[in-house]
């Protein structure tokens, strides 16, 4: 009886210290390591409001049944955890334009140019605030 719990014993404390690296050396090995997206998936700010309801960059949009939002580390979060938050994100639609599948983005990735993504800093030019001249008066 006492070597068969000793054999446990030790495949059990095998386990977990297997268990302890991979815990401890997994968030040191994601840093720094921008992950591959793909060709067609957009960049946007994207707040959740009231799941499956959000705004992406400021316009309403939906969350499809099944969305998969994935957090810096390329796990799975539930939409309800991100309530109220802006996120710089990448995603893509479903065929019905809802937001299928969403990845936030580490700052690393955030630094890569994406199709989608708005002018976010605080320079404005003189040129987007005045008013574009009128055509020619013809009645001279």
């Known amino acids: 009886m006492n070597r068969c719990f000793s054999r446990i014993h030790r495949a059990l404390s095998h386990v977990a210290w297997g268990s302890a ?10 840093q720094g390591v921008v992950r591959n997206f793909p060709a067609n998936a957009l960049r946007g700010v994207l707040q959740v409001t009231t799941p499956p309801l959000a705004l992406l960059d400021g316009q309403a949009a939906r969350l499809s049944p099944g ?15 991100l309530v109220n938050q802006p996120l710089l994100v990448n995603y893509l639609r479903d065929p019905q334009g809802m937001l299928h599948e969403v990845w936030i983005l580490t700052p690393a990735e955030a630094q890569q140019k994406r199709a989608g993504q708005q002018n976010t800093g605080n320079v ?4 987007d605030t005045q008013p574009s001249p009128s055509a020619p008066d013809s009645s001279r």
């Not at 690296?21 to 994601?30: D, E, H, K, R, S």
């Open 124 to 127: 404005r030019f003189e040129s």
């Open 67 to 81: 969305a998969r939002i994935k957090n810096t580390s390329n796990l799975i979060v539930m939409s309800a955890t």
């Open 21 to 30: 690296l991979t815990l401890v050396c997994a968030p040191a090995l994601a």
